[in-house]
Structure formats: C-alpha cells, structure tokens
Nanobody
Framework: QVLLVESGGGLVQAGGSLRLACAASGGTLGRHAMGWFRQAPGKEREFVGAISWSSGRTYYQDSVKGRFTISRDNAKNTVFLQMNSLKPEDTGVYYC????????WGTGEYNYWGQGTQVTVSS
C-alpha cells in the first residue's frame, strides 16, 4: 500500500511559479511510475505529466511542456512538480498518483492517489 501526500499548492499571479511535492510512503517505488494530474472546476481530471521512477524519464501534456518539470528525490521518496510561467488555465486541484509498471496517461490506470492540493493562478 502506497500512501501519497501532496504539498506546495497556493495562490500565485499569472507568470509566477510554484513547486509541488508528493511524498510517498508505505512501499518502494523502484518499479513505479508517478503521475501528476489536475482537475479544474466542472472539468474532468486530466494528465499533466509523469515520471518513471526507475529511469527518470519524464512525459508531459502538450499544454505544460517547457513550463512544468517533474523530478524525483530517491532518498526522500518524493516527486516534485515545478511549475513556471503559470497561467490562469493552470488553476485546479493537483493530484499525484502512482502505479506499478510503465508510465500511463489515464486516470484509471493509477492505483494510488494523494488527497490533492489546490493551485490558483490569478490573472
């Protein structure tokens, strides 16, 4: 059983930056993929990006490429989402998720979810 806890959300002006963290406990992540998702009010949860824990390879949704960066700290069992040049349309609740195996893009393919952290970008 993997427990995920997100932190780092908040209110920021457009063009600003935030760094989210996802601390994992309860299991080793060497065979896992870690994903970041977000959900805006009235919209479905969508894939933002993901990282393969073993290889460190990252994947991103087109709308965040070049602005968001996912990284991991093996020693702390923590994954980070660095968000730069934030836009109002980036507003939403951000979730981290974990699954065994390769990176996947669908919400239904992840077994473990954090509680989410709110990100609000004002114009």
């Amino acid at each position: 059983q993997v427990l995920l806890v997100e932190s780092g959300g908040g209110l920021v002006q457009a063009g600003g930056s935030l760094r989210l963290a996802c601390a994992a406990s309860g299991g080793t992540l060497g065979r896992h993929a870690m994903g970041w998702f977000r959900q805006a009010p009235g919209k479905e949860r969508e894939f933002v990006g993901a990282i393969s824990w073993s290889s460190g390879r990252t994947y991103y949704q087109d709308s965040v490429k070049g602005r968001f960066t996912i990284s991991r700290d093996n020693a702390k069992n923590t994954v980070f989402l660095q968000m730069n040049s934030l836009k109002p349309e980036d507003t939403g609740v951000y979730y981290c998720a974990a699954r065994e195996g390769r990176v996947a893009w669908g919400t239904g393919e992840y077994n473990y979810w954090g509680q989410g952290t709110q990100v609000t970008v004002s114009s």
